[in-house]
């Protein structure tokens, strides 16, 4: 359980720094990257799930799918609320 946890917390500490990266924004906040990755994780778990039926087990794959949806939560974010 421990470890799941601590493997969460990279995956959205990597995820959402690589996204604020292609997106680019500022990405100096850990705070705001783990946010970002987790939330990009569940956005990017679902989606993938919806198209392809499963989703990833390993730990590169978790972390593109993660990659993929923070960087639709960054544009819906940029499109739909920021204006």
Request: a positive charge.
């Amino acid at each position: 359980m421990l470890w799941w946890l601590i493997c969460t917390i990279a995956v959205g500490c990597v995820s959402g720094f690589l996204a604020s990266k292609l997106m680019g924004l500022k990405s100096d906040n850990w705070i705001q990257n783990l946010a970002l990755g987790l939330v990009g994780s569940f956005v990017g778990g679902f989606l993938w799930n919806l198209i392809f039926g499963h989703t990833s087990d390993k730990l590169i794959g978790s972390i593109i799918i993660s990659v993929i949806g923070a960087c639709i939560t960054i544009w819906a974010y940029n499109k739909f609320i920021k204006k």
